[in-house]
């Protein structure tokens, strides 16, 4: 029976994605960079394997961003008062942005200026979101 991946890998590994696709970077290339083959790549950014610090640092600089990056916004590691650790947002929303779909919508709806357009664009999302049926998350 195989452990499960630790919360804070499997999130490390999610932004290393998210960044990754960001920047149009294929994992062979990445994995090229650092010395290693595609298949290792995919394992740090599911989270099955963990990446060192010293990896962490050159993953940081390949894909140019600040190590802190690799963790805003993730599970804390730190248990809270009830016995678990919390995270700044919902798994689901890292996981979505992981995706190429979340990337690709992300970066256009921030490219909308008019605020009100925006909001239409959020109530028309959330009606569609209504008719598929109760939230399963």
């Given at each position: ?92 929303v890292s996981d979505f942005l992981a995706t190429?779909?979340?990337l690709a919508l992300t970066k256009a709806f ?28």
């Amino acid at each position: 029976m195989s452990k499960a991946p630790n919360p804070v890998d499997k999130y490390v590994g999610s932004r290393v994605r998210m960044r990754r696709i960001m920047l149009g970077m294929s994992q062979e290339k990445l994995g090229e960079a650092l010395g290693l083959t595609f298949q290792q790549i995919q394992k740090y950014e599911k989270g099955t394997n963990r990446v060192g610090a010293s990896r962490i640092q050159q993953i940081a600089e390949i894909l140019q961003v600040p190590v802190s990056f690799l963790f805003e916004g993730g599970p804390s590691g730190v248990a809270g008062p009830d016995g678990f650790a919390e995270g700044a947002s919902p798994s689901y929303v890292s996981d979505f942005l992981a995706t190429s779909e979340g990337l690709a919508l992300t970066k256009a709806f921030t490219r909308i200026t008019d605020s009100k357009l925006r909001r239409s664009i959020v109530d028309l999302v959330e009606q569609i979101a209504a008719r598929e049926g109760p939230d399963k998350r």
